[in-house]
């Protein structure tokens, strides 16, 4: 297992534009958490996939913002009419998570987003 | 959700044992702590997590009060490469809050 892969790393758009971003998790695991960091802040919770079920949406993820895990394995975050605050690192993360014990999170290297 | 907080930043001198802390006063009987760390230009990568037992692993020792209000990540001897930012994290929510950043001086 390569761990959890993200595309693209880098993205440069023109605001307006749509740009949509992919996360394959870890083979085995269930969950999976999208995330937005900006510089100097720690990652911020957008939302996350039990399975392909959408069980968690932040405030923070505005109606451009849409999430998806079909078939309950790689996950894309679309973002709609792109502005430049929406420039940031989207980070992916998965982890297994059945019955008790603790929710270990295995993050990808994140997909860079600049919007001109 | 419960909440944790850090020091924004600290300092330590290779070589030397490093103790950051974290406080967690609204932690419910149930909630793991988990620490994590950034490196520059990478993703957070899991450092350890406990219960209510103190626990050691290669990467670090996590020690746990006795009331769980409160926790300590402890680097044994600390390298260059360990400067990174910590987070403490709670639960099963998984915020990140600002975590500390731990500048490691040579």
Redesign the interface.
């Known amino acids: 297992d390569t761990g959890?892969s993200q595309n693209p790393r880098h993205k440069i758009t023109k605001r307006g534009q749509n740009v949509t971003f992919r996360c394959d998790p870890i083979s085995e695991h269930n969950r999976l958490?999208w995330?937005r960091q900006t510089l100097g802040?720690?990652?911020?919770?957008l939302t996350?996939f039990q399975n392909e079920a959408q069980l968690e949406k932040s405030r923070l993820l505005s109606d451009r913002f849409s999430a998806e895990r079909p078939k309950g394995s790689f996950s894309t975050l679309e973002i709609q009419r792109t502005e430049q605050g929406d420039s940031a690192m989207y980070?992916c993360?998965s982890s297994y998570?059945g019955g008790g014990g603790?929710?270990?999170?295995?993050?990808?290297?994140?997909s860079r987003l600049t919007v001109l | 959700d419960a909440k944790t907080t850090q020091p924004n930043s600290m300092e330590s001198n290779e070589e030397e044992p490093v103790h950051l802390p974290c406080n967690h006063s609204t932690i419910s009987g149930t909630d793991?702590i988990?620490w994590?760390r950034q490196l520059p230009s990478?993703?957070?990568?899991?450092v350890i997590?406990g219960?209510t037992s103190n626990v050691n692993n290669r990467m670090a020792s996590l020690a746990i009060a006795e009331d769980r209000k409160s926790s300590t990540l402890i680097l044994h001897r600390a390298t260059l490469r360990d400067a990174a930012?910590y987070?403490c994290i709670l639960g099963?929510?998984?915020?990140?809050?600002?975590?500390t950043r731990l500048t490691v001086k040579p």
């Open positions: 959890v958490y995330y802040q720690g990652p911020e919770f996350y980070l993360a998570r603790a929710n270990v999170l295995t993050f990808g290297a994140g | 793991y988990h994590y990478q993703g957070p990568e899991y997590h219960l930012v987070y099963d929510d998984m915020r990140f809050g600002a975590g």
